[in-house]
T-cell receptor
């Protein structure tokens, strides 16, 4: 069945460092891909999405490109801030309406 | 900004008891979902609900689980006889257009003792 694999955390970086969180997926069809973020004590928020190959999703300085050839959707940010500390979830959905999530990657940004 | 709300934020119950988790979706949304996350594991789909009926459910969503939209605002998840392995964070979500824009609530942490 469909699945999402993302890098294990926690990831600890200094402020202004470059961030990459790797995500790969397995799907039978052509899924839409998402990154969700969960700040401490809050629910899951959609950070960005891409619905077809080569699409780039972006929001709040974060970017991810839908790479069909490598079945990947890596999350990147050029300069992280302390306020980016959260848990990040890579996810996919095919034509049915459920979302399949990865395990989540906890990100700590040090001032 | 409209948001999905969930109550209670934390529920402690004894094994075998019934629990009802409550959600208030965003008011003009038509699609409703429950997910759960066992501590340290991934977020898992439980059930989706549209037009007053279940549209899809996972294998986790067995006969012990049920969902209901008792009025125009609430969406509930009932577990009839809780088991220790039901301990998890339960997230409600809603959307107006299907899957691409699901909005999640803050979750209810259920602890079964």
């Amino acid at each position: 069945g469909d699945s999402v694999t993302q890098m294990e955390g926690p990831v600890t970086l200094s402020e202004e460092a470059f961030l990459t969180i790797n995500c790969t997926y397995t799907a039978t069809g052509y899924p839409s891909l998402f990154w969700y973020v969960q700040y401490p004590g809050e629910g899951l928020q959609l950070l960005l999405k891409a619905t077809k190959a080569d699409d780039k999703g972006s929001n709040k300085g974060f970017e991810a490109t839908y790479r069909k050839e490598t079945t990947s959707f890596h999350l990147e940010k050029g300069s992280v801030q302390v306020s980016d500390s959260a848990v990040y979830f890579c996810a996919l959905s095919e034509e049915d309406d459920k979302i399949i999530f990865g395990k989540g990657t906890r990100l700590h940004i040090l001032p | 900004e409209p948001e999905v709300t969930q109550t209670p934020s934390h529920q402690v119950t004894q094994m075998g008891q019934e629990v009802i988790l409550r959600c208030v979706p965003i008011s003009n949304h038509l699609y409703f979902y429950w997910y759960r996350q066992i501590l340290g594991q991934k977020v898992e789909f439980l059930v989706s609900f549209y037009n007053n009926e279940i549209s899809e459910k996972s294998e986790i969503f067995d006969d012990q689980f049920s969902v209901e939209r008792p009025d125009g605002s609430n969406f509930t998840l009932k577990i009839r006889s809780t088991k220790l392995e039901d301990s998890a964070m339960y997230f409600c979500a809603s959307s107006s257009q299907g899957v691409y824009e699901q909005y999640f609530g803050p979750g209810t942490r259920l602890t079964v003792t």
